[in-house]
């Protein structure tokens, strides 16, 4: 154990101590490549490492913070305010039915009719405990949530570690919520996927309604393995492979040789993204401010590589699917936060999440730069 903590404390070392290195916007900006037709503008910056992004149905824009403990709303004038604060690990909000929700380690919130609190009330909003009823664990513990076509709260939580199995181990007290992605159903949980190391976003397809998720693929078994990757749900509860398999088809060094005789079938990623790219939030477009090849299309951050001697990700993707929900190509959609230059690397900023806005546009937090980006099309 004494093992695990060192590096989960050299992982949280690396990435504050990074965070010097970033450049400042206009280097940024200058630095970022996008497909031709695109434009890339801060939408907002001096926002402490945002992370997942949501929308009201008055225009209102809220935050998550991966550090600083708050949720902060972004008005249409610009305005910030901060609604929350004093959590831990607030990376979640989603607004659904007039409400907001935003998440902690082991609880959800609720503020109801924020756009109404918000227009009538300067002062701190009042929130609402949703549940309490999740593991505390700050490994992987940040939870990013929202609802699905069935109006229930979708809510991951990731495994309490580099490599174990909490369901099947005492320490972790054989707690079955672990490494898996849930939905609070008549205030229960029940499981929608199984044997997930550490997924972050997640969205659902236009047409299908399938769920489609990303996996943080496991650490220290070298530079090129195990990859990144990106799932869908076709049957409720399915198992994804973790502990005992990675990625397409790499076994693992210890729980391989530890599977269940009576081991269910495990089901395969439709997308391996590469080792250590760390896939963060994901969100299909559906707007029409886009040209059409990009309906239905999956964008998706990188948020970077920490332990690998040569970095990569830091970069967001455009994955395409037909109506159908199959998978046909996938390519780079807006990079240049990470430079290298004489074989020295250099990192301006760390794509957390995207989102979808409501006149078609998408967003795209950074929270090492601690800034958000919007991408606009060039007939906008």
């Given at each position: 154990?004494?093992?695990?903590?060192?590096?989960?404390?050299?992982?949280?070392?690396?990435?504050?101590?990074?965070?010097?290195?970033?450049?400042?916007?206009?280097?940024?900006?200058?630095?970022?490549?996008?497909?031709?037709?695109?434009?890339?503008?801060?939408?907002?910056?001096?926002?402490?490492?945002?992370?997942?992004?949501?929308?009201?149905?008055?225009?209102?824009i809220f935050v998550g913070s991966r550090s600083s403990g708050k949720i902060t709303v972004i008005d249409t004038n610009k305005n910030r305010r901060v609604i929350a604060k004093g959590l831990s690990n607030a990376t979640g909000v989603t607004y659904h039915k007039g409400d907001l929700y935003f998440s902690e380690v082991n609880s959800i919130w609720k503020i109801s009719n924020i756009d109404n609190v918000l227009k009538n009330s300067s002062a701190m909003p009042k929130k609402v405990l949703v549940t309490d009823n999740l593991p505390s664990d700050t490994w992987h513990g940040w939870k990013w949530i929202d609802f699905g076509p069935d109006d229930k709260l979708y809510v991951p939580v990731g495994a309490p570690c580099n490599i174990c199995n909490p369901?099947?181990?005492?320490?972790?007290?054989?707690?079955?919520?672990?490494?898996?992605?849930?939905?609070?159903?008549?205030?229960?949980?029940?499981?929608?996927?199984?044997?997930?190391?550490?997924?972050?976003?997640?969205?659902?397809?236009?047409?299908?309604?399938?769920?489609?998720?990303?996996?943080?693929?496991?650490?220290?078994?070298?530079?090129?393995?195990?990859?990144?990757?990106?799932?869908?749900?076709?049957?409720?509860?399915?198992?994804?492979?973790?502990?005992?398999?990675?990625?397409?088809?790499?076994?693992?060094?210890?729980?391989?040789?530890?599977?269940?005789?009576?081991?269910?079938?495990?089901?395969?990623?439709?997308?391996?993204?590469?080792?250590?790219?760390?896939?963060?939030?994901?969100?299909?477009?559906?707007?029409?401010?886009?040209?059409?090849?990009?309906?239905?299309?999956?964008?998706?951050?990188?948020?970077?590589?920490?332990?690998?001697?040569?970095?990569?990700?830091?970069?967001?993707?455009?994955?395409?699917?037909?109506?159908?929900?199959?998978?046909?190509?996938?390519?780079?959609?807006?990079?240049?936060?990470?430079?290298?230059?004489?074989?020295?690397?250099?990192?301006?900023?760390?794509?957390?999440?995207?989102?979808?806005?409501?006149?078609?546009?998408?967003?795209?937090?950074?929270?090492?730069?601690?800034?958000?980006?919007?991408?606009?099309?060039?007939?906008?």
């Open positions: 154990m004494k093992i695990l903590n060192y590096k989960y404390f050299l992982y949280l070392f690396i990435i504050t101590f990074s965070l010097d290195f970033f450049a400042d916007n206009a280097s940024i900006l200058k630095s970022l490549k996008v497909e031709d037709g695109f434009k890339v503008e801060i939408f907002i910056d001096e926002i402490d490492t945002p992370r997942q992004i949501a929308e009201s149905s008055g225009g209102n369901s099947m181990e005492e320490k972790y007290n054989f707690d079955k919520r672990y490494a898996s992605i849930m939905r609070l159903n008549g205030g229960e949980w029940e499981h929608v996927a199984r044997g997930v190391r550490n997924t972050v976003g997640f969205d659902w397809h236009p047409k299908t309604n399938n769920l489609y998720f990303g996996d943080n693929g496991r650490d220290w078994m070298g530079d090129d393995m195990p990859a990144c990757e990106l799932n869908v749900v076709n049957k409720n509860n399915s198992f994804y492979g973790y502990p005992y398999k990675h990625a397409m088809n790499v076994p693992d060094p210890e729980y391989s040789k530890k599977i269940p005789n009576d081991m269910e079938e495990f089901v395969d990623p439709i997308l391996e993204l590469g080792a250590h790219v760390a896939p963060t939030g994901l969100s299909f477009y559906d707007g029409d401010l886009f040209p059409p090849k990009y309906k239905n299309t999956l964008f998706m951050t990188l948020h970077g590589s920490w332990n690998r001697s040569r970095k990569v990700g830091y970069k967001v993707i455009a994955v395409h699917f037909d109506e159908d929900g199959k998978l046909l190509y996938q390519k780079d959609f807006v990079t240049g936060w990470l430079q290298r230059n004489n074989g020295q690397e250099k990192v301006l900023g760390r794509p957390a999440s995207v989102f979808q806005k409501s006149d078609g546009s998408i967003l795209i937090s950074d929270d090492g730069a601690n800034v958000i980006y919007r991408v606009t099309y060039k007939n906008s």
